[in-house]
Antibody, heavy 118, light 107 residues
């Protein structure tokens, strides 16, 4: 059974870059059957889709974040990563990584809380 | 972007009740609509995909229907473990978007 685990700093200063990784076990990040996805959820609100990466290199990003976000993969570590530049307090949220089969996100990580504060 | 609106935002029901949650899209998403259950401190858990297909392991008391802009999730006989927040999510076009959630409490 596939499992995903997010990792990264829980506190990021305003204007800096948020970097998170998602480690996959029980599956391969190189599999062409899946999209690797990042979602975030501010406290008390609905989730927000950030973007996704296919092993072919194809990416799709939320236009609201597109100028600041990059999703990439590291096949040697069986991981994919999220970079979000120029963060503000509005980027404070629980961040989740997920696997998508086609358009359906079927497996999610447990999430990691990121707070943007000086 | 497609906006998803759920109703009600919260509800309280008793064990054994039939519960229905609705989700409306700001434009047609065809049958590309998914439902998730989220419990406090946990990641959302996929319940139903493509409008009405039950994810593996999800009890048959959950069902869903709809097409285009209007969708429903039904729990036929509410169980104590069904408390939590339910989200709809459209997967018709990126950016995929979620509803604001319906918080279900057990009386």
């Amino acid at each position: 059974q596939v499992q995903l685990q997010e990792s990264g700093p829980g506190l990021v200063k305003p204007s800096q870059t948020l970097t998170l990784s998602c480690t996959i076990t029980g599956g391969s990040v190189s599999s062409g059957s899946y999209f690797w996805t990042w979602i975030r959820q501010p406290a008390g609100k609905g989730p927000e889709w950030i973007g996704r990466l296919h092993p072919s290199g194809r990416t799709n990003y939320n236009p609201s974040l597109k100028s600041r976000v990059t999703i990439s993969m590291d096949t040697s570590k069986n991981q994919f990563s999220l970079k979000l530049n120029s963060v503000t307090a509005a980027d404070t949220a629980m961040y989740y990584c997920a696997r998508a089969v086609g358009v359906t996100m079927d497996y999610w990580g447990q999430g990691t809380l990121v707070t943007v504060s000086s | 972007d497609i906006q998803m609106t759920q109703s009600p935002s919260s509800l309280s029901a008793s064990v054994g009740d039939r519960v229905t949650i609705t989700c409306r899209a700001s434009q047609s998403v065809a049958s590309n609509l998914n439902w998730y259950q989220q419990k406090s401190g946990k990641a959302p858990n996929l319940l139903i995909y493509a409008t009405s297909s039950l994810q593996s392991g999800v009890p048959s008391r959950f069902s869903a229907s709809g097409f285009g802009t209007d969708f429903t999730l039904t729990i036929s006989s509410l169980q104590p473990e069904d408390f939590g927040t339910y989200f709809c999510q459209q997967s018709d076009s990126t950016p995929y978007s979620f509803g604001q959630g319906t918080k279900l409490e057990i009386k």
